[in-house]
């Protein structure tokens, strides 16, 4: 069956423009993550849905995010007015209903804030 | 706040030598899980460990779970081409989900 998928893959952007970043997740899984992940680092939690729940947004750096899941399926991760220091590959990753927290990871989108 | 340190960053090894990661949490885990990402690559599930002293094998690879749940380590046996990535471990606490800083191994044919 079809993975995690994001759009757009890369996404260059002018500082201070807004993005949407959209993440499908594999079909009947509830729990829907966010990932920031800095060149050479490891990822760092933003945001985490259960269906269309927002549980936790702790991770959000900041007032510019703001992360959307509205009919517990797809979710949109917005950047608003964005930095260069926003410039990272946003991953997504979804988790099966029942048994392990085993997290599938999309492809990740690439974001160059110039 | 949580944090989880891998050591060491960088590995390089020649093809066939072994290569241990070490990863080290802040705080008492849930459980951890390790994750594989090749270069350009997303995060791919390898393992979970939930119980405390936990060892569990996959092939060349062995995993291991600390006595107190704040510590593990994998460890590849005779290293192959295939094995190159970066290796993150990932503490879980609750709903949230703590990556360490990743090691990058390079194996030289």
């Known amino acids: 069956g079809a993975g995690v998928s994001q759009s757009p893959r890369y996404k260059v952007a002018k500082r201070g423009q807004d993005v949407a970043l959209r993440c499908d997740p594999i079909?009947?899984?509830?729990?829907l993550f966010w990932y920031q992940q800095a060149l050479g680092q490891g990822p760092e939690f933003l945001t985490y849905?259960?269906?269309?729940?927002?549980?936790?947004k702790s991770g959000l750096p900041s007032d510019r995010f703001f992360a959307e899941r509205p009919e517990g399926s797809v979710s949109t991760l917005k950047i608003q007015r964005t930095q260069q220091e926003d410039s990272a590959v946003y991953l997504c990753a979804s988790t099966p209903p029942r048994g392990g927290y085993e997290q599938f990871f999309g492809p990740g989108t690439r974001l160059t804030v110039l | 706040g949580q944090q989880v340190m891998q050591i060491p960053q960088y590995q390089h090894v020649q093809e066939g030598e072994d290569f241990t990661t070490y990863c080290n949490s802040s705080t008492t885990l849930s459980n951890i899980q390790w994750y594989k990402q090749r270069p350009g690559g997303h995060p791919v599930f390898l393992i979970q460990l939930v119980k405390s002293g936990e060892v569990k094998k996959q092939k060349r690879l062995t995993f291991q779970f600390g006595e107190a749940k704040k510590n593990s380590s994998l460890h590849i046996t005779a290293t192959q081409t295939t094995d190159v990535g970066t290796y993150f471990c990932?503490?879980?606490?609750?709903?949230?989900?703590?990556f360490g800083t990743g090691t990058s191994l390079t194996v030289i044919p």
């Open positions: 990932a503490g879980i606490t609750g709903n949230q989900f703590y």
């Open positions: 849905f259960q269906n269309e729940a927002q549980l936790d």
């Open positions: 079909s009947g899984h509830v729990s």
